[in-house]
């Protein structure tokens, strides 16, 4: 039976807005796919050893637990950055995602140093970036949907030659002005959508699955699963991100 081992990073002190949910999703459709899965929960000042971990989960944190999560990192990064152009897959949500570029700027003009794993920075607005969000995403041809809740301060903005992971179609994205949301670089994808974002996105769940298991030349035999659920939640997400795009665009006029 095919095997893929998670990673769950800083499990207490990264899981803003239900980011939790996204581990349970991995878990149960690999379940439902026959997958075994082990999840490693990985502690501040634990070991980590990348070279076991097929898919590294990071969730969302507030400004002081991402610089607790930058320095203790640091130190690893080359490991990460060579687990990272070997193939390893990753997901980092939000405050995780800003940790993967060069740089987070704070409000207070802080700078706090990234894992310069993907070309990107991010510096803090004056307002934050919220609400629903729908987003088209480009990891399948044709392009399908991507839906979400985005709660954000910080402007991301993408080197020249990165990939975002979608178009805007509701919302902000990546920083409220060029209608990218997230990235893709290799087999790492990082976001700001929250929700928890893939109970509602199973496709990205499979996604992510197939990427862990193709890093250790496993190949991803689907079981044919009943969506239905998930993909009601997903079309009522996207209702819900119109109707507020509605109600925001009549108080103007």
Not at 132 to 138: G, L, P, Q, R, T
Not at 229 to 242: D, F, P, Q, T, W
Request: one cysteine or more; a positive charge; aromatic letters at 8%.
């Amino acid at each position: 039976m095919a095997e893929i081992i998670i990673y769950h990073l800083y499990p207490a002190h990264l899981n803003l807005y239900g980011d939790r949910g996204n581990m349970l999703a991995l878990c149960r459709r690999a379940e439902w796919h026959g997958i075994g899965i082990k999840v490693v929960p990985v502690q501040p000042g634990g070991s980590i050893d990348f070279a076991n971990c097929d898919l590294l989960f990071m969730g969302g944190g507030q400004d002081s637990d991402q610089k607790l999560v930058a320095g203790d990192l640091k130190g690893r990064s080359s490991d990460l950055r060579r687990a990272v152009e070997e193939g390893m897959a990753v997901f980092a949500v939000c405050g995780s995602y800003q940790l993967l570029g060069r740089y987070y700027k704070t409000s207070r003009g802080e700078k706090i140093g990234g894992l310069e794993i993907v070309d990107l920075y991010t510096e803090a607005g004056q307002k934050r970036l919220t609400g629903n969000a729908v987003i088209n995403c480009s990891l399948w041809e044709p392009p399908a949907t991507l839906v979400g809740f985005e709660n954000h301060a910080g402007r991301t903005y993408l080197g020249p030659n990165l990939q975002p992971l979608g178009e805007v179609l509701i919302g902000y994205g990546n920083n409220g002005a060029d209608k990218t949301e997230g990235a893709v670089y290799k087999n790492v994808i990082g976001t700001y959508l929250h929700g928890s974002l893939l109970p509602k996105n199973p496709r990205l769940t499979d996604f992510l699955l197939e990427k862990a298991l193709s890093y250790r030349n496993q190949g991803f035999k689907p079981a044919k699963l009943d969506d239905s659920l998930e993909n009601r939640a997903h079309e009522a997400a996207i209702r819900l991100a119109g109707s507020r795009r509605h109600r925001r665009l009549s108080t103007r006029a």
